[in-house]
């Protein structure tokens, strides 16, 4: 059955008061127990979102480029509309 993780303070000499996650259910002398000092659990945390937030501003930017090609593409067919109308109304239909 799997525990729940939770977090400790190591009494170690070598590692003082340094946090840390390990499950609930382990023990020293398990091998398959889960263990992570928490601060390097942050930083790593902290990497992934920053990787995040770069592929984020790519999208953003590539977002805005389809915006400015969207807008060009509006801007024509707004003169093709327009001239359409010029035509329309030039025109005389003779019965």
């Known amino acids: 059955m799997w525990g ?3 977090i400790k303070t190591s009494v ?3 590692y003082p008061g340094r946090l840390f996650h390990c499950c609930t259910h382990g023990s020293e002398l ?3 127990n889960l263990f992570k000092w928490t601060d390097e659990d942050a ?3 902290i ?3 920053k990787g995040m937030v770069s592929d984020s501003n790519g999208e953003i930017s ?3 480029a389809e915006r400015v090609e969207t807008e060009k ?3 024509g067919m707004k003169k093709v ?3 359409l109308e010029r035509d329309i109304n030039n025109c005389c239909v003779v019965l």
């Open 12 to 14: 170690t000499t070598k």
């Open 43 to 45: 930083v790593e945390e």
């Open 4 to 6: 729940e993780v939770m």
């Open 73 to 75: 593409e509006f801007v």
């Open 47 to 49: 990497e992934y979102l």
């Open 30 to 32: 398990d091998n398959f």
């Open 81 to 83: 509309i327009l001239e």
């Open 62 to 64: 590539d977002l805005r």
